[in-house]
């Protein structure tokens, strides 16, 4: 007898048989539900065999049947009805438990989202791909299948969609595109760094999505709910079908934020701030200004996130500004990572670790952030010893930078198109997916093993256009992506160590060493990232110029 946990209040379970019982009623059930027709099979107990058994147990008993396959939306509702009346907890089966999680999710789509319930039912061991629109559509069929479709589906308005967009029309500018995003604003997130350095302005890193998505692309606005891989379709929030012929999933990733406890209840006050959000980055900076004295604390989430440099430039520009205001000897500099190294890459930590030593910060590694108490000015690590111990750490700040989790979109996680981890699962070189040819990821959804970066998704986005359309026009050659990826890490106000790095951590510089050496603090990589940067990311990757970006082609 396997049971299977759908909440505290209700298990599912195959075919049970009378003598299964008494251990049912020992782990403590209270109610049975029958979702399976007397019938069905010749070494199916009756449900009146059940029944009898049960109650002479104490066991409550009802009997919901419905057809393999069939469950309706009504019955879905008197599930529903029945969990609120018997006594809990409620045991629920038919021939493999299928059925009754069906019913148990038509019975929730009211109450929890899609990702959640299908992330239950996964965990459960059930597939709910088949009932996808009835729960979107919170528990009923969808009475109209509206349905739009066009050649080529880009799921996602950031650097990495509007970027394959272009450079698909710079290649075919007749080619029917539609990119799906519910933003209004698109936003330069790489110059939010410079935004809490008092460098930027935010208001230059946000453009209105309108404005940014390439003239002839259709624009969906709306959010993705699920997929339908095998019909070649895309259910929307609303239950509305996109249908397409090629695939492109570049929706970016989620910070959690609610992984770290008591964070989003202090967020944006008592001296907690974050430059991964657009109005909290003048908020790092307004907080740097005031500091004269006190404790600083940066950290750093396990990997992966986005720019892994990110939460490292804050701290250095920071404490730049410290030293300018001749305030640095009078603050206590912390960086907690839950990382073992500070920096990927080994080829860039002598330069980083001389700002290390030069600004007096001390480095915390192997310490996850686990809880923030606002008001009392405390920070919780987790810290994990060589040993593998793990104890808990408080911290007292003034100034608390915290760089979330991050973790795939809900509506990804729980498609068919995710690895184990949750990542879309893609090969690395031409970035398809490995099981439905006619889908691409890029950018921070896809499971490559690079860094997140703007510059991945700018050397990423002409390796998928190229290839869909080598693949519409059954050309035998590929593009090839080799994992670059760069991260510009501001060590002071007006120098920068430009890391630049490919598959493996192999070194890539995209100049002579006379001119940028990469591993050496630079002016030229400062005005690169402060004066070139801005201009190449909105008239240049955004406009399908592929400067610096050509891809590499292979025979198949």
Same mark, same amino acid.
């Given at each position: 007898m396997e049971l299977h946990t759908l909440s505290a209040e209700l298990s599912v379970a195959p075919q049970i048989l009378p003598e299964d019982l008494a251990r049912i009623r020992a782990a403590g059930f209270q109610s049975l539900i029958c979702n399976r027709p007397d019938g069905e099979a010749g070494d199916q107990p009756l449900f009146a065999e059940i029944e009898?058994?049960?109650q002479a147990l104490?066991?409550?008993?009802?009997?919901?049947?419905?057809v393999s396959g069939k469950v309706t939306d009504e019955q879905g509702q008197l599930f529903g009805?029945?969990?609120?009346?018997l006594p809990k907890p409620v045991l629920a089966y038919c021939r493999t438990g299928m059925r009754s999680t069906t019913m148990w999710a038509l019975a929730e789509a009211r109450h929890k989202s899609l990702p959640e319930i299908v992330a239950v039912a996964q965990r459960a061991g059930y597939d709910m791909k088949g009932v996808v629109r009835r729960i979107i559509n919170q528990g009923r069929t969808p009475l109209d299948d509206v349905e739009v479709a066009h050649a080529v589906v880009i799921i996602g308005g950031g650097a990495a969609g509007i970027a394959t967009a272009s450079s698909l029309l710079a290649r075919d500018p007749e080619l029917d595109i539609a990119i799906i995003d519910p933003a209004d604003v698109h936003y330069y997130q790489p110059g939010w760094t410079l935004v809490g350095g008092g460098v930027f302005d935010a208001a230059t890193t946000a453009h209105t999505m309108a404005a940014t998505i390439p003239r002839g692309v259709n624009w969906i606005k709306a959010a993705v709910a699920a997929f339908e891989p095998e019909r070649n379709a895309l259910i929307l929030d609303g239950c509305r079908v996109v249908k397409y012929q090629q695939l492109v999933v570049c929706p970016g990733l989620k910070l959690d934020w609610h992984a770290i406890e008591g964070l989003s209840d202090t967020l944006g006050r008592n001296g907690v701030t974050s430059n991964y959000l657009y109005h909290l980055a003048p908020y790092t900076w307004k907080l740097v200004n005031q500091l004269g004295k006190g404790r600083a604390i940066f950290t750093q989430p396990p990997m992966p996130i986005k720019c892994a440099g990110a939460p490292q430039k804050a701290m250095y520009l920071s404490a730049d500004q410290w030293k300018r205001s001749g305030a640095l000897d009078q603050i206590d500099i912390e960086f907690c990572s839950a990382g073992a190294a500070l920096f990927g890459v080994a080829d860039y930590v002598p330069a980083l670790m001389e700002y290390v030593k030069a600004y007096g910060i001390h480095l915390n590694f192997g310490n996850t952030l686990v809880r923030v108490n606002g008001p009392a000015k405390i920070a919780t690590f987790r810290h994990t010893g060589a040993n593998g111990k793990?104890?808990?750490?408080?911290? !007292?700040?003034d100034i608390l930078h915290v760089?979330?989790?991050?973790?795939?979109?809900?509506?990804i996680r729980v498609s068919p198109l995710a690895d184990a981890a949750g990542w879309v699962d893609v090969d690395p070189?031409?970035?398809?997916?490995?099981?439905?040819?006619?889908?691409?990821?890029?950018?921070?959804?896809?499971?490559? !093993?690079?860094?997140?970066?703007a510059a991945a998704a700018r050397k990423q986005a002409p390796v998928v256009a190229y290839n869909l359309l080598a693949a519409i026009d059954q050309r035998n050659s590929s593009a090839q992506y080799d994992g670059y990826g760069s991260c510009p890490l501001t060590v002071e106000r007006g120098k920068i160590v430009l890391a630049e790095f490919t598959y493996g951590g192999k070194l890539a510089p995209s100049f002579p060493r006379w001119f940028i050496d990469g591993t050496r603090p630079s002016r030229l990589a400062w005005l690169l990232k402060e004066r070139i940067l801005p201009p190449l990311y909105w008239k240049g990757m955004l406009k399908g110029r592929e400067w610096l970006a050509k891809p590499e082609l292979a025979d198949q």
């Open positions: 009898r058994a049960a104490g066991l409550r008993t009802y009997y919901l049947p419905a009805q029945v969990m609120a009346e793990e104890e808990l750490i408080d911290r !007292p700040f760089v979330p989790p991050q973790v795939p979109p809900d509506f070189a031409t970035l398809r997916h490995k099981a439905w040819p006619n889908i691409y990821a890029l950018g921070d959804v896809a499971n490559t !093993p690079n860094a997140k970066t």
